[in-house]
């Protein structure tokens, strides 16, 4: 069973930066054969995509809403994914959650691309 743990989400200040990270463990799977990818979920709203990154790490997506601020990297090493917020806005207060792809060597943006979750972390920002 895969496990994804969120960490490093918080409050902070509209044009500050955070970093969010996503360890992954368990199960008996390649982590670096499979894409992974960041969502998020605003009180109210539904769950919605904010990028992903290929399983070798050098093509990544964002959602036009978060392109040129925020920053998808990973490192297969540590098993990790990371998302760095900078110039964050009031609207990005959500819960982010990382996801890994249900299929290796696959690509994809929406909800249902995705098997297993991480509980999410959540992240303020204030105006």
């Known amino acids: 069973q895969v496990q994804l743990l969120e960490s490093g989400g918080g409050l902070v200040q509209a044009g500050g930066s955070l970093r969010l990270s996503c360890a992954a463990s368990?199960?008996?799977?390649?982590?670096?054969?499979?894409?992974m990818g960041w969502f998020r979920q605003a009180p109210g709203k539904e769950r919605e995509f904010v990028g992903t990154?290929?399983?070798?790490?050098?093509?990544?997506y964002y959602a036009d809403s978060v392109k040129g601020r925020f920053t998808i990297s990973r490192d297969n090493a540590k098993k990790t994914v990371y998302l760095q917020m900078n110039s964050l806005k009031p609207e990005d207060t959500a819960v982010y959650y990382c996801?890994?792809?249900?299929?290796?060597?696959?690509?994809?943006?929406?909800?249902?691309?995705?098997?297993?979750w991480g509980q999410g972390t959540q992240v303020t920002v204030s105006s």
């Open positions: 996801a890994r792809h249900k299929a290796p060597y696959t690509l994809g943006k929406a909800e249902g691309d995705f098997s297993s």
């Open positions: 368990g199960g008996a799977f390649f982590f670096s054969n499979y894409a």
């Open positions: 990154i290929y399983w070798s790490g050098g093509i990544t």
